[in-house]
Structure formats: structure tokens, C-alpha cells
């Protein structure tokens, strides 16, 4: 049986479940949860930027002045060819006015030039965290707001876009599963084009860079050109949802080391890069990124390599946002209870004992307290 809350996503939330001890317990077995803000707030009103979603066409309207943008007003899966046209589409209606801006900045980087070759603009790379604007870092913020062109990604949170200079210019290269606005490639010269154009140009991008965020593929691609970049660290999302739920992803005599895993193969597929044998560590803290389409198969394989089933666990989807919704459960019976709450992406997953430190933890176990509901 599932226990469905709504509750702040504070550290004040974590006290008032703990006090929530003293009064009429009953013991639960699994906890489903979202914020007291998102009570009202449909699913699809998502803190982050969606492919198709009137926010991502609004933020970047600059770019379709020579034409109308019509984004579909309620997105569904489409064929491969219909996401092919409307990507494709969508880079060419974007073109005349990304030509233009590259021209102006041209323009203004010759008459600043005094007698001497201008150098090429610099590229920062930047970490917004998981989603909470307030764990921003004074650097990223200051970066931010001096901006020429931000690129940014779906998982840069709407509230982190609100602090964009006014003047700047955003341009929006989001990848989902099935659909990616950009590719690489076209990300790497888009960044390098305008970069030689003498722009200052900020590559935002949701958690930290450079922890499987491609920020290393970037950052090499461009320094190979002669560009300089600057890295501006974010909090992983691995770090600060673990913190929102006050599990410590080391703990002496608990955890003695952490390991960040992907839940996307290379080249696609099921199986998240063999690695389930070598991770199948009971002292270890398993963290997954984009992994709940691979998370059966990850799963089964820690488990039958060895990590006991009740192993305790949890998925975050949307973690410390107002929409935050939050699995906790038994390895054996996870898979199915992220299927039963509907969770999408992104939803980070915490595998390993540190996970019953929290106060949210619906266990009575030796080591941490009972999670209980108050009647």
C-alpha cells in the first residue's frame, strides 16, 4: 500500500515528519509525494522547458519575426517523420534571424576593435542545478545576466531563465527522448559562431556541466577552435535532491563511497552499459540519471548479482522544484512502484542503505526512524 502526501519541499518539512512520531502513527510501506504548491498545478506544467511548449516560444520569439510560430497546443507522440519535419522546420524558420544577430555582432565587434585584431568572444559553460533557482551560484548569476546569447537546455528551470538580461538573447536547444531541437554538432557550431563573432555566449545547462551533461564534448570542441571556455560548476542533481531529502550519499559505516551511473546506453537499448555487475555493491551508493526506461533491467541485474532486494531506494522526479514527486521503496518492488506513481522524466534514482537515513523513509528499520503518517 502506497501513502500519498503533500508536503513542502523544506528542511522545516523534514522536522515536522519527524515530530509527526509523537502523535497517532500508523507504519507505511512506500511513499508517493508531491508539494503543498504543486496541489493545484496540472502535470503538465512542467518547471522546465518542454520541446513544444508555448513558454519555449515565447522565450525565443526573437528568433521567428519572419515567421509565425504554432506550437501544438497539446503535445502527443508523433511519428518519427512528423518530429523529423517539425525539427527541421523549426531550424530553418530560426535561420534569417540567427543570421541577423551574427551580423550585428560582427558589426559591433569591428568598431570596438581599436587598431588591433579583436579575439573571439568567450563561451561559459554553466551549471544551473536541479532546478531550484536558489541553489545558483553567485558566479553562474553574474555570468548570467551578462550574457550576449544563452543556449539552454530542457532541464534549465523557468525561473533560472527569469534572470536573463533583458536585452539577451536566448535560443533554446533541448533534447528529449525521441527529439532533440539540436544536435551536437549543430550545438558545437552554433556555439563556435558566435563565439568568433565576439559574443559572449553562455551555454546553460541543468545540474553540472560536466557530470553527463556533455559539457566535456563542448568544452573540447571548442578550445580545439581557439575559443576560450570557463566551466562555472553547478550542484548535480545527485547532490541537491539528496540534500532536499536529507539522505547523505556517504555515511561512515553506512556507504563508504558513491557512484554516479547513466541509465542511457550509447547507442540505445536496454541495457545501461553493462555496468550492474561491478555496482552490485552493498556499501556503495548507486545515483541514476536518466534512468527509468533502463531501471527493470539495471534493477534485476544488481540483484542478481548480489545486492540484496531490500535494499532501499528512491526516485525523484522533478527534484527540488514546486512539482517534486517522490518514490521510496525496497529494490525488489521499485520498478513497479515508479510504474504505479506514473513518474517521467527527469526522475533521479538513489540506490543503497544511505537511503533509509531519511526522514522520509517509510521503513522501521535498526538504524533509522519510522516514517509514519499522522491520523
Known amino acids: 500500500m502506497a501513502l500519498v502526501q503533500r508536503i513542502p519541499v523544506s528542511s522545516s518539512s523534514v522536522r515536522n515528519w519527524q515530530q509527526a512520531r509523537t502523535n497517532n502513527l500508523s507504519p507505511v510501506c512506500c511513499l508517493h509525494y508531491k508539494t503543498a504548491s504543486s496541489s493545484s498545478s496540472s502535470s503538465s506544467s512542467s518547471p522546465f522547458t518542454e520541446k513544444h511548449s508555448v513558454e519555449r516560444y515565447q522565450r525565443d520569439q526573437w528568433l521567428y519575426k519572419a515567421v509565425e510560430p504554432t506550437p501544438p497546443s497539446t503535445p502527443s507522440p508523433s511519428p518519427f517523420e512528423d518530429e523529423v519535419f517539425v525539427r527541421e522546420n523549426d531550424i530553418a524558420s530560426q535561420l534569417p534571424e540567427l543570421k541577423k544577430l551574427l551580423s550585428v555582432l560582427r558589426e559591433k565587434r569591428v568598431k570596438g576593435c581599436k587598431g588591433g585584431d579583436c579575439g573571439p568572444g568567450d563561451v561559459y559553460l554553466v551549471g544551473t542545478g536541479p532546478g531550484d533557482p536558489e541553489l545558483l551560484t553567485l558566479k553562474a548569476v553574474r555570468v548570467i545576466q551578462s550574457a550576449d546569447l544563452l543556449l539552454y537546455d530542457r532541464l534549465v528551470s523557468n525561473d533560472v531563465l527569469e534572470l536573463v538580461a533583458p536585452d539577451a538573447r ?11 531541437s539540436r544536435t551536437q554538432e549543430e550545438i558545437h557550431e552554433l556555439l563556435l559562431s558566435f563565439a568568433e563573432a565576439g559574443a559572449t555566449v553562455v551555454r546553460l545547462k541543468g545540474g553540472d556541466p560536466l557530470v553527463f551533461g556533455r559539457g566535456g564534448e563542448e568544452m573540447d570542441f571548442l578550445q580545439q577552435q581557439g575559443i576560450r571556455v570557463q566551466v562555472i560548476p553547478g550542484i548535480t542533481a545527485a547532490s541537491g535532491i539528496a540534500a532536499e531529502l536529507g539522505i547523505p550519499l556517504t555515511h561512515r559505516g553506512v556507504a563508504t563511497s558513491v ?57 525523484v522526479e522533478r527534484g ?54 499522522t491520523r
Open 259 to 315: 557512484r554516479f551511473l547513466t541509465g542511457h546506453s550509447r547507442k540505445g537499448g536496454t541495457d545501461p552499459l553493462f555496468v550492474a555487475e561491478n555496482a552490485a555493491d552493498p556499501d556503495t551508493t548507486l545515483v541514476v540519471y536518466m534512468g527509468l526506461g533502463t531501471l527493470p533491467s539495471l534493477a534485476q541485474k544488481l540483484m542478481d548479482h548480489g545486492l540484496p532486494c531490500d535494499t532501499p531506494a528512491v526516485a
Open 170 to 180: 536566448l535560443l533554446y536547444v533541448g533534447k528529449t527522448a525521441g527529439y532533440h
Open 320 to 373: 527540488t522544484t514546486p512539482l517534486q514527486r517522490t518514490v521510496f521503496a525496497e529494490l525488489k518492488d521499485f520498478a513497479t512502484e515508479i510504474q504505479s506513481a506514473g513518474l517521467v522524466s527527469p526522475t533521479l534514482i538513489i540506490i543503497g542503505k544511505v537511503v533509509e537515513l531519511s526522514p522520509l523513509w517509510p521503513h522501521c528499520t535498526k538504524e533509522s526512524s519510522c516514517l509514519v503518517e
